[in-house]
């Protein structure tokens, strides 16, 4: 009976990957349209981007051209029909096709090979042409500069029939790319951990997913042969599945497919043995190398002088009826050093205590938004689509915004999925970190401000008819000022639109110091949606409408399995640890593998149960509150 349950669910889980993979697949390249020979296509000039020993030709260069000026794509990537069976997989795993295009905050990731960018966007993004193609990791790399300055529905995958993969002996990059560590040229495998990086895949997770299916048809073979031999079957035959009859026909297809219970474990072990590094690659070593000293020195007197004295009473009410609400280490980034957060007993609000000096606010945001950190948040960023679309969505019964600004705007992914609802909105944004400048290089702003909103707020008086601050006041010392600030900025009838992690969430205390918004030490205050709806009123600023059920963003459970995680098996080279030894490596490697099944587990609770208890009883880990700026004021500072 066992062995039944263990094969059904095994081959149920094979039929449904394998086919979410097959949909995946992009769509061939129509051939060029028939017209007079050698003229050119419409549209703009293109420049090309393609890898070492792949070259479209003449007859794929026209039909790619002609496909982009008639999709009005700005960036079209073409993925090699005879792609090696490895890489196609990966690129399917990490790329939807269909969102990719529409959605214009996601990530720029591919299979690397071909791509054709429009030369005004090639400016407009500052893509230096490649003068020497590289490897695919490098090209990816290129892919991820230029995706986000397309428009939505600007940037598409296909399969291109004419464009062949490789064309050295053997296929796959060995020329001139340097070696894979012990003498052996660097060969498709050995790069495969390089490209994956490029792609922004946390390879310890990639690889658990390969081996997860691998130990479950194992599992099934030995809950009992003969029917484990049907879990078998399945597992030889998903490859099939995946790229029979699609516009895919991948090199070693069949090698991967029938010989799969021996590729697949060769496959994870050459990964992870990979030490090949693409040039982004080596140029983050550098960067490393490069950042050790500031933090040697930083933290040679230990992390406690970031702190301030603790205080004995509320900062916001002011009562001495203080308790721990959760002492936490910095989890998600993993800098030395212990937090508390306290909890009022008379207003409920949450903060920390001692808080962080100006010094240790700057030790601890340092590399995590900008520098060595922006690839890690970026992705972090990218995933809060719908939860963007209903914080603009929330002005909508009340006014019809000509400009607004975002407060806390980090790098912009706010403004550019708010464009498509306002789609005549002029969107700036503000922030501290360096990376609003990108957001302005992408256009995803239109103007940005670098700086802290207290001391921009009066040259920015009057400008905007919508002033957001979504996940900024938990981050800044005296939320207060920045009401303030927002008070003096907005003209009469303006909105300000605030989102905040909610402490009152009645599951925020079943994760203990693993529930995100308690995100230590950047988060220095959580306020109550009553504390932050008074100290509106008081600035003139009317609360017209709250949001708690629907601003839920159902991650909980999921996010406390990642924090874990990252926390015991962090994945990521950093100058702030001593780096892991192999058998520290080894362990890592096997949280992984243990942690994903019950990361999906958490994702499953955070969209069943979760959302159930924010939809059923209107509450969520999160609030939105939508305040207007009396015509008259009742104080003005
Ligand atoms: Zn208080």
């Given at each position: 009976?066992?062995?039944?349950?263990?094969?059904?669910?095994?081959?149920?889980?094979l039929?449904?990957?394998?086919?979410?993979?097959?949909?995946?697949?992009?769509?061939?390249?129509p051939?060029a349209?028939?017209?007079?020979?050698?003229?050119?296509?419409?549209g703009?000039?293109?420049t090309?981007?393609t890898a070492?020993?792949?070259?479209?030709?003449?007859?794929?260069?026209?039909?790619?051209?002609?496909?982009?000026?008639?999709?009005?794509?700005?960036?079209?990537?073409?993925?090699?029909?005879?792609l090696?069976?490895?890489?196609?997989?990966?690129?399917?795993?990490r790329?939807?096709?269909?969102?990719?295009?529409d959605?214009?905050?996601?990530?720029?990731r591919?299979?690397?090979?071909?791509?054709l960018?429009?030369?005004?966007?090639?400016?407009?993004?500052d893509?230096r042409?490649v003068?020497e193609?590289?490897?695919?990791?490098d090209?990816?790399?290129?892919?991820?500069?230029?995706?986000?300055?397309?428009?939505?529905r600007?940037?598409?995958?296909?399969?291109?029939?004419?464009l062949?993969?490789?064309?050295?002996?053997?296929?796959?990059?060995?020329?001139?790319?340097?070696?894979?560590g012990?003498?052996?040229?660097a060969?498709?495998?050995?790069?495969?951990?390089?490209?994956?990086?490029?792609?922004?895949?946390?390879?310890?997770?990639?690889?658990?997913?390969d081996?997860?299916?691998?130990?479950l048809?194992?599992?099934?073979?030995?809950?009992?042969?003969?029917?484990?031999?049907?879990?078998?079957?399945?597992?030889?035959?998903?490859?099939?599945?995946?790229?029979?009859?699609?516009?895919?026909?991948?090199r070693?297809?069949?090698?991967?497919?029938?010989?799969?219970?021996v590729?697949?474990?060769?496959v994870?072990?050459r990964t992870?043995?990979?030490?090949?590094?693409?040039?982004?690659?080596?140029?983050?070593?550098?960067?490393?190398?490069?950042?050790?000293?500031?933090?040697?020195?930083?933290?040679?007197?230990?992390p406690?002088?970031?702190?301030?004295e603790?205080?004995p009473?509320?900062?916001?009410?002011?009562?001495?009826?203080?308790?721990?609400?959760?002492?936490?280490?910095?989890?998600?980034?993993?800098?030395?050093?212990?937090?508390?957060?306290?909890?009022?007993?008379?207003?409920g609000?949450?903060?920390?205590?001692?808080?962080?000096?100006l010094?240790?606010?700057?030790?601890y945001?340092?590399?995590?938004?900008?520098?060595?950190?922006t690839?890690?948040?970026?992705?972090?960023?990218?995933?809060t689509?719908?939860?963007?679309?209903?914080?603009a969505?929330?002005?909508?019964?009340?006014?019809?915004p000509?400009a607004?600004?975002?407060?806390?705007?980090?790098?912009?992914?706010?403004?550019?999925?708010?464009?498509?609802?306002?789609?005549?909105?002029v969107?700036?944004?503000?922030?501290?970190?360096?990376?609003?400048?990108?957001?302005?290089?992408?256009?995803?702003v239109d103007?940005?401000?670098?700086?802290?909103?207290?001391?921009?707020?009066?040259?920015?008086?009057?400008?905007?008819?919508?002033?957001?601050?979504h996940h900024?006041?938990e981050?800044?010392?005296?939320?207060?000022?920045?009401?303030?600030?927002?008070a003096?900025?907005?003209?009469?009838?303006?909105?300000?639109?605030?989102?905040?992690?909610?402490?009152?969430?009645?599951?925020?205390?079943l994760?203990?110091r693993?529930?995100m918004?308690?995100?230590?030490?950047?988060?220095?205050?959580l306020m109550?949606?009553?504390?932050?709806?008074?100290?509106?009123?008081?600035?003139?600023?009317?609360?017209?409408?709250?949001?708690?059920?629907?601003?839920h963003?159902?991650?909980?459970?999921?996010?406390?399995?990642?924090?874990?995680?990252?926390?015991?098996?962090s994945?990521?080279?950093?100058?702030w640890?001593?780096p892991?030894?192999a058998?520290?490596?080894?362990?890592?490697?096997?949280?992984?593998?243990?942690g994903?099944?019950?990361?999906?587990a958490?994702?499953?609770?955070?969209?069943t149960?979760g959302r159930a208890?924010?939809?059923?009883?209107?509450?969520g880990?999160?609030?939105?509150i939508?305040?207007?700026?009396?015509?008259?004021?009742?104080?003005d500072?």
């Amino acid at each position: 009976m066992t062995a039944i349950i263990v094969t059904a669910i095994v081959v149920a889980g094979l039929i449904v990957n394998g086919l979410r993979l097959r949909a995946r697949v992009p769509s061939a390249l129509p051939a060029a349209p028939a017209g007079p020979g050698g003229s050119r296509p419409p549209g703009p000039d293109w420049t090309w981007l393609t890898a070492r020993g792949t070259a479209p030709d003449a007859a794929t260069r026209r039909a790619a051209a002609a496909h982009a000026a008639a999709e009005r794509l700005e960036m079209l990537e073409l993925v090699p029909s005879d792609l090696p069976v490895t890489a196609a997989r990966d690129m399917l795993r990490r790329v939807d096709p269909v969102a990719y295009r529409d959605n214009r905050i996601a990530v720029g990731r591919g299979a690397g090979i071909a791509v054709l960018v429009a030369g005004p966007m090639a400016e407009r993004a500052d893509a230096r042409p490649v003068d020497e193609p590289g490897d695919p990791a490098d090209v990816v790399a290129a892919i991820r500069h230029l995706r986000p300055c397309a428009p939505s529905r600007g940037a598409a995958i296909v399969v291109a029939p004419g464009l062949r993969y490789g064309t050295s002996p053997g296929g796959g990059y060995p020329a001139g790319g340097g070696t894979a560590g012990d003498g052996r040229t660097a060969g498709d495998l050995d790069r495969r951990r390089a490209r994956l990086q490029a792609n922004q895949v946390v390879v310890s997770v990639h690889v658990a997913l390969d081996a997860i299916p691998f130990a479950l048809t194992a599992l099934a073979l030995a809950a009992g042969w003969p029917w484990g031999l049907l879990a078998l079957a399945a597992y030889c035959l998903q490859p099939y599945l995946i790229f029979a009859g699609t516009a895919l026909a991948p090199r070693g297809l069949h090698a991967a497919a029938l010989g799969r219970p021996v590729h697949a474990p060769y496959v994870i072990g050459r990964t992870l043995a990979g030490r090949w590094q693409s040039a982004a690659g080596r140029r983050r070593d550098v960067e490393l190398a490069a950042a050790g000293p500031y933090y040697q020195a930083a933290l040679a007197a230990g992390p406690q002088r970031f702190l301030e004295e603790r205080r004995p009473d509320c900062p916001w009410c002011a009562s001495p009826a203080l308790t721990v609400a959760v002492r936490s280490p910095d989890l998600g980034v993993g800098k030395p050093g212990t937090f508390t957060l306290e909890r009022c007993g008379n207003c409920g609000h949450v903060f920390q205590n001692p808080r962080l000096t100006l010094e240790g606010l700057g030790f601890y945001y340092r590399d995590v938004y900008d520098g060595l950190g922006t690839d890690t948040t970026e992705r972090v960023f990218t995933a809060t689509r719908q939860s963007y679309l209903g914080r603009a969505g929330m002005v909508r019964p009340y006014t019809t915004p000509k400009a607004w600004l975002d407060v806390g705007a980090g790098h912009g992914h706010f403004a550019a999925i708010a464009a498509e609802a306002w789609p005549e909105t002029v969107f700036d944004g503000l922030d501290m970190g360096a990376g609003i400048l990108e957001a302005e290089r992408r256009g995803w702003v239109d103007t940005a401000y670098h700086g802290e909103f207290p001391a921009l707020a009066d040259t920015l008086a009057g400008r905007y008819d919508v002033i957001s601050m979504h996940h900024y006041l938990e981050h800044t010392r005296d939320p207060r000022a920045e009401l303030d600030a927002a008070a003096r900025a907005l003209p009469p009838g303006g909105y300000l639109l605030i989102e905040l992690p909610d402490p009152q969430w009645p599951l925020a205390g079943l994760f203990g110091r693993y529930w995100m918004p308690w995100f230590q030490p950047q988060h220095q205050h959580l306020m109550p949606l009553a504390n932050l709806a008074e100290a509106l009123e008081q600035r003139g600023l009317r609360p017209v409408a709250v949001e708690r059920g629907p601003a839920h963003i159902a991650s909980d459970f999921f996010l406390a399995a990642v924090l874990w995680l990252w926390h015991h098996a962090s994945p990521y080279a950093v100058p702030w640890r001593p780096p892991a030894s192999a058998a520290g490596q080894a362990w890592r490697a096997v949280l992984w593998m243990v942690g994903v099944p019950v990361m999906a587990a958490g994702l499953l609770l955070d969209l069943t149960a979760g959302r159930a208890l924010a939809r059923r009883r209107d509450v969520g880990n999160a609030y939105r509150i939508l305040a207007r700026k009396e015509d008259i004021l009742s104080h003005d500072r």
